[in-house]
């Protein structure tokens, strides 16, 4: 039983590691496609890698598709593509801390919905805590005080948004399914949930709207003098291989089993380290500053965080 949880930190920790990234990529890609491409290519990649390391069908209860697709719909469409917006509003290391608040509203969320007891006057105090740290990284770390309430709400509604995935996660782990199969199957009906979301942006983009910023992030274009100049890009290829295959299909399969072995709010306070993996990445890569007050409001979350695991961590999701 040790050696099978330490297994299960491992692995969580690998995709901590790699989803810290993950930030710093989107950010590159933003440059040349817009956030529902990058979510829509990494997927379908995702989606193909995982038949690969998994060439097998699994028997599926018919109303478990519905929860499979309500994890795709959570975890993949909304989760994955307001995270995307957010980039792009604001900068990679912004996001990384708000989104790390995510065990927060995991424990919410599974108290109110299964009934699971996980708040307590830690997790009070330490969401408080994180609060506090949140808005000071929300300020940017810069003598205005300025800050960008559009791609920072959207990093807390992607926090929200993961709660829910990971509620859902905790009831799919139940049933036992193939961890590998059952996360290609929340791929596939996230796909599908993409293909109408790009009318919107195709409809606003067409009529050359203005002021319609989350709209247009929705936008496919099929010009071929642009797909011509950003595939031929060796980065954006290696960029979008890496969120697909590896961040997506391998690190999300990954934690879907972390979760079903040492349990789902507990596993998820790994996401605390996210902001850490991210901020450095940002720095070397991209040049974001590592302002005094952003460090400040970056360590004091991840304190509230940990402070708010006191009690919490004694309880398990199985």
């Not at 590159?28 to 817009?34: I, P, S």
């Not at 209860?61 to 975890?75: I, K, Q, S, T």
């Not at 996980?118 to 949140?134: A, E, M, P, Y």
């Amino acid at each position: 039983m040790k050696n099978q949880k330490a297994f299960g930190y491992f692995i969580a920790a690998i995709s901590v590691f790699f989803w810290g990234i993950t930030f710093v990529c989107t950010k590159y890609l933003l440059r040349d496609f817009t956030s529902l491409e990058i979510l829509f290519y990494r997927f379908i990649a995702a989606y193909l890698g995982l038949w690969i390391i998994r060439p097998k069908l699994i028997k599926i209860a018919p109303r478990d598709n519905l929860l499979f697709a309500l994890a795709g719909l959570a975890g993949v469409v909304l989760y994955q593509l307001t995270e995307n917006i957010a980039i792009h509003f604001t900068n990679a290391s912004n996001v990384s801390v708000i989104v790390s608040i995510c065990p927060l509203f995991t424990a919410i969320i599974s108290q109110i919905f299964l009934k699971e007891k996980h708040l307590s006057l830690w997790f009070i105090i330490g969401f408080i805590i994180s609060i506090t740290g949140v808005t000071l990284v929300c300020l940017n770390g810069n003598t205005t005080l300025e800050f960008n309430p559009k791609g920072d709400f959207l990093a807390l509604l992607a926090g929200i948004c993961w709660g829910f995935y990971s509620m859902l996660i905790s009831v799919a782990n139940r049933r036992n399914y193939d961890p590998v199969c059952s996360t290609r199957r929340i791929f596939f009906f996230s796909v599908l949930m993409m293909i109408p979301l790009s009318f919107g942006g195709w409809l606003v983009s067409s009529n050359g709207a203005d002021g319609a910023e989350f709209l247009q992030s929705l936008y496919f274009t099929f010009d071929k003098t642009i797909n011509a100049s950003r595939f031929s890009n060796p980065l954006n290829w290696a960029y979008l291989l890496f969120l697909g295959v590896v961040a997506n299909g391998f690190c999300f399969a990954m934690w879907n089993k972390a979760c079903k072995i040492c349990g789902t709010v507990k596993i998820n306070c790994g996401l605390y380290l996210i902001p850490v993996v991210t901020i450095i990445f940002a720095f070397f890569t991209l040049g974001e500053k590592i302002t005094l007050l952003g460090a400040a409001g970056a360590l004091i979350t991840i304190i509230g965080l940990f402070i708010s695991e006191k009690k919490t961590n004694q309880t398990n999701l199985e």
